[in-house]
Structure formats: structure tokens, C-alpha cells
């Protein structure tokens, strides 16, 4: 079993960066893909990336290609997303998910475990 825990989340203004972090527990984090999905209320929770066991393989949203890197440090037992030149439309609550089977995949249904959550908020 994983348990995830999502840091960083905050204020910041549109063109800003931030920096996520999802540390999870357990000595087999390596084993997992991971993905970042992000809900805001009323909405569907939506993929935004997705990162293979070793880290060399990412997948992204159209929304936030060019803009967002998704990383990893199995180490640390931690992923990340640095979000780039963010925009108000990328606000939301941000959550870590993790797969125990390939692929990655944009499928929310697809992701064995879960974070409770990081808020982002971008200004205008």
C-alpha cells in the first residue's frame, strides 16, 4: 500500500511559478507510475501529467504542455510538478495519484491510491 501527501500548493500570480510535491510512503514507490490530476468544484478530476517507474517517460495534458515538468526522485519517494508560467486557469485543487501497472494512462479510474490534495490558486 502507498500513502501519498501533496505540498507546496499556494497562491501565485498568472506568468509565476510553483513547485508541487508529493512524498508517498513504503519502500516500493519505484514500482508505481504516478500522475498529477487536478478538480475544481464541479467539475471531473482531470489528468495534467503522468511519470513511468525510472522517470524517463512523462505525459502531459495539452493544457499544460511546454508549461509544467513532471519528476521524480525515487530516493526521496517523492514526485513533482513544477508548473511554469502558470495561468488563472490553472487553478484548482492539485492531487498525486499512483498506478501499480502500465501504462500511464489519463484514466483517474485507472490510479490505485491517492492524496488528499493541494490547493493552487493563480491570479490575474
Known amino acids: 500500500q502507498v500513502q501519498l501527501v501533496e505540498s507546496g500548493g499556494g497562491l501565485v500570480q498568472a506568468g509565476g511559478s510553483l513547485r508541487l510535491s508529493c512524498a508517498a510512503s513504503?519502500?516500493?514507490?519505484?514500482?508505481?507510475?504516478m500522475g498529477w490530476f487536478r478538480q475544481t468544484p464541479g467539475k471531473d478530476r482531470e489528468f495534467v501529467a503522468g511519470i513511468n517507474w525510472s522517470g524517463g517517460s512523462t505525459v502531459y495534458a495539452d493544457s499544460v504542455k511546454g508549461r509544467f515538468i513532471m519528476s521524480r526522485d525515487n530516493a526521496k519517494n517523492t514526485v513533482y510538478l513544477q508548473m511554469n508560467a502558470a495561468k488563472p486557469e490553472d487553478t484548482a485543487v492539485y492531487y498525486c495519484?499512483?498506478?501499480?501497472?502500465?501504462?500511464?494512462?489519463?484514466?483517474?479510474?485507472?490510479?490505485?491510491?491517492w492524496g488528499q490534495g493541494t490547493q493552487v490558486t493563480v491570479s490575474s
Open positions: 495519484a499512483a498506478r501499480s501497472r502500465p501504462p500511464i494512462t489519463p484514466h483517474r479510474r485507472e490510479y490505485d491510491y
Open positions: 513504503g519502500r516500493t514507490f519505484s514500482s508505481y507510475l
